[in-house]
């Protein structure tokens, strides 16, 4: 059964780098026509996707955060990971990594992370 | 202000049937299959529905997703306490070059 898992610090200052790293087990990240990506959710809120990415580097980011987002793949690992730069008060969310499964032009989430808290606060 | 409306709140007796709606555009819902996810109390979202209207192994047939034009519908029969969480519908959006959410559904069973 794949399982990912999200780790990381639960709290990060203003205007600092927020870095998360997902650990995929019961199967591999690369060789594989899935891809990976990052959700998040703000307290008391919706969801939001983030970006994903596909192990040969191929990445997508939601166009309001791309010039603060890096989505990048640690094969050897088994790990994918996520960085935001200069966050703010407004980055506090839970952060969710998921496998983008399914093929062509039926792509969904299937498996999911438990989800980490990230606080954004001096 | 989230590309997918969805109504902030439903609700039925168990039993019963209750529809959550998502409308969207011709760049997402209108061109792309739509998902739906269930997030219970507390937990991660899980897949529901994909594909417009196939359900993962798992997910009881008392769940439906159907899709017409440029608006998608989650129906969920014979409602029970189990049931109450929050639901999202989501599409690949191709303006926007990515994934969009709706802004879900908050069920409660009466």
């Known amino acids: 059964q794949l399982q990912l898992q999200e780790s990381g610090p639960g709290l990060v200052k203003p205007s600092e780098t927020l870095s998360l790293t997902c650990t995929v087990s019961?199967?591999?990240?690369?060789?594989?026509?899935?891809?990976w990506g990052w959700i998040r959710q703000p307290p008391g809120k919706g969801l939001e996707w983030i970006g994903h990415l596909h192990y040969t580097g191929s990445t997508y980011y939601n166009s309001s955060l791309k010039s603060r987002v890096t989505i990048s793949v640690d094969t050897s690992k088994n790990q994918f990971s996520l960085k935001v730069t200069s966050v703010t008060a407004a980055d506090t969310a839970v952060y969710y990594c998921?496998?983008?499964?399914?093929?062509?032009?039926?792509?969904?989430?299937?498996?999911w992370g438990q989800g980490t808290l990230v606080t954004v606060s001096s | 202000q989230s590309v997918l409306t969805q109504p902030p709140s439903a609700s039925g007796a168990p039993g019963q049937r209750v529809t959550i709606s998502c409308f969207g555009s011709n760049s997402n819902i209108g061109t792309n299959n739509v998902n739906w996810y269930q997030q219970l109390p507390g937990t991660a979202p899980k897949l529901l529905i994909y594909?417009?209207?196939q359900r993962p192994s798992g997910v009881p047939d008392r769940f439906s997703g159907s899709k017409s034009g440029t608006s998608a519908s989650l129906a969920i029969s014979g409602l029970q306490s189990d049931d109450e969480a929050d639901y999202y519908c989501?599409?690949?959006?191709?303006?926007?070059?990515?994934?969009?959410f709706g802004g879900g559904t908050k069920l409660t069973v009466l």
């Open positions: 594909s417009n209207n």
């Open positions: 989501a599409a690949r959006d191709d303006s926007l070059s990515g994934v969009v």
């Open positions: 998921a496998r983008r499964g399914g093929s062509g032009g039926s792509r969904y989430f299937d498996y």
């Open positions: 019961g199967g591999s990240i690369s060789g594989t026509i899935h891809y």
